[in-house]
């Protein structure tokens, strides 16, 4: 179930507080992940390959986008070496 959004309506000459901009961004992503979860399947969209590095103990994840169960996005701007204990 997704939290209700409130959206603002502004008018000339209205006074604008940080809480106003907050409800601002959390209307624009809780109608973005909205969007995410009932019109698209959680998953990789692109990239997020996984693969060895050298000498078989790092691990090396591409660049890539996908979205979760909740319509969250998850973005790798660049390929990443992740060390493996």
Do not use: C
């Not at 209205?14 to 992503?29: G, I, K, N, S, T």
């Not at 169960?69 to 790798?76: C, H, K, Q």
């Amino acid at each position: 179930m997704l939290p209700p959004t409130k959206r603002l309506n502004y008018f000339d000459h209205q006074f604008l507080r940080v809480d106003d901009f907050d409800a601002e961004q959390a209307y624009h992503l809780g109608m973005r992940r909205a969007h995410n979860s009932m019109l698209h399947t959680p998953g990789v969209a692109w990239g997020l390959v996984l693969g060895t590095g050298t000498g078989g103990t790092p691990l090396s994840v591409s660049a890539g986008f996908a979205l979760d169960g909740d319509g969250r996005e998850i973005v790798l701007p660049a390929d990443t070496v992740v060390p493996v204990p």
